[in-house]
């Protein structure tokens, strides 16, 4: 038997990411868990901002932003960019990320990142406690070692996940899309 809790955003597990934002003179790095997909051609992605996150005014101004994903080794960092503050300190350097720079965006990605997407705004859409961006996939930067036959192919087990307050290694594969077109019915 179900039982009826109060409103809530309960779908878990999330992603958890960092976005890097900004340019030359000035860039930030945060903690995500509401980024997700929204388009496949064009590729879009959201990502929804708390309206008094450094990152917000950052993204605002450049109308770029790269997310990055983030694999357990570097939990640690996740961490750090999510409780402290760009205003008051540099979160690459707290979180122990090394700047990249961006190919077809200004602000830099994470070097130590298996994935980076860039993108470019295109939307923004305000909502009571957030800001959320959409933004279109400019490109994609992969890690040589993870792309087999022209995709991006991450080891089991290898990202993290935010569920209700916690960070969670992501889990096994237990079937491809469209593995139930091939059984008789």
Request: hydrophobic share 40%; glycine share 10%.
């Amino acid at each position: 038997m179900k039982i009826q809790l109060k409103p809530a955003t309960s779908l878990a597990p999330l992603p958890a990411v960092v976005v890097t934002c900004g340019d030359e003179t000035e860039n930030n790095a945060i903690t995500l868990a509401w980024v997700g997909t929204v388009n496949s051609v064009p590729p879009i992605l959201t990502a929804a901002v708390r309206y008094s996150r450094h990152s917000l005014g950052i993204i605002e101004r450049t109308g770029e932003f790269t997310v990055n994903l983030i694999p357990k080794e570097l939990l640690h960092g996740l961490d750090v960019c999510g409780v402290t503050s760009g205003r008051d300190c540099d979160k690459f350097a707290a979180a122990g990320f090394t700047r990249a720079k961006g190919v077809n965006v200004k602000c830099p990605h994470i070097a130590e990142s298996p994935a980076s997407l860039e993108c470019k705004v295109i939307r923004r859409v305000d909502l009571p406690t957030h800001a959320v961006f959409f933004g279109e996939v400019v490109s994609v930067l992969a890690d040589e070692r993870y792309v087999k036959d022209g995709r991006l192919r991450l080891p089991e087990g290898m990202l993290v996940t935010y569920v209700n307050g916690q960070y969670l290694e992501t889990g096994a594969a237990i079937g491809t899309y469209g593995y139930t077109a091939g059984e008789s019915k």
